[in-house]
């Protein structure tokens, strides 16, 4: 079946670093890509929406300078959290699908930030 | 706008009994559709079941079922057979109107679901 891996699985790093998050899918073309975050005992809340040559779209309340996204082809797409703060660890996860109605998720990545 | 409601915070069941997870929705969209994921403690969210709003009949998957009472607006999964295994969070989500050949997913609180022996 489809598949979306993500990479790295986890990240400790320092206050004021920027930590990459990539997100592929393995065995279909992804133009829409989502990137969703957990905090712990707590649902999925989607930060923004991925887009194969184009901007991302950020859902209200998340920086886009912050969290920067780059969908640089059909089956990578990638998050890049800048000047990571404690505030900023969380479980990362993303999201792709062949068609609308099929999503699948990656292994997501959970970032702590010292 | 959207809105999914579980109201399990958590469920207990025994191996091998049948188990039914609640899920509500709320849209104003005659297109819609439901997805049903599991959550084990490694985090992954597992793809489970999809119910359509057009479906006719409801969605099975193995010993998955999706129970889709659209007046109701309820998509509740009923678990058969219940093993050690399925012990996790499950979320109930619903999907935006497509935009092209994607849509963004809204999830529920979820459910935590403990088989015991």
């Known amino acids: 079946g489809a598949v979306v891996s993500q990479h790295p699985s986890r990240v400790i790093c320092k206050s004021g670093t920027s930590v990459k998050i990539e997100c592929r899918s393995l065995?279909?073309?992804?133009?829409?890509m989502f990137w969703y975050r957990q905090f712990p005992k707590q649902s999925l809340m989607l930060m923004a929406t991925?887009?194969?040559?184009?901007?991302?779209?950020?859902e209200q309340g998340v920086e886009k300078d912050k969290f920067l996204i780059n969908h640089a082809s059909l089956t990578l797409s990638t998050l890049t959290v800048t000047s990571a703060h404690p505030e900023d660890s969380s479980f990362y996860i993303c999201s792709a699908g062949p068609g609308f109605n099929t999503q699948y998720f990656g292994p997501g990545t959970r970032l702590t930030v010292l | 706008a959207q809105k999914i409601t579980q109201t399990q915070p958590g469920m207990f069941v025994q191996e091998k009994e049948a188990v039914t997870l609640d899920c509500t929705y709320d849209t104003s969209d005659p297109s819609y559709g439901l997805f049903w994921y599991k959550q084990p403690s490694s985090g992954e969210m597992i793809f489970l079941i999809y119910q359509g709003s057009y479906d006719q009949q409801n969605a099975t998957e193995g010993r998955y079922s999706l129970n889709f009472q659209k007046a109701r607006k309820s998509a509740n999964l009923v678990i058969s057979a219940s093993q050690l295994g399925d012990s996790a969070m499950y979320f109930c989500a619903m999907r935006d109107p497509p935009a092209g050949t994607a849509s963004k997913l809204t999830f529920g609180t979820g459910t935590r679901l403990q088989v015991t022996l």
């Open positions: 065995d279909f073309q992804a133009t829409t």
């Open positions: 991925s887009n194969e040559g184009s901007k991302a779209t950020y």
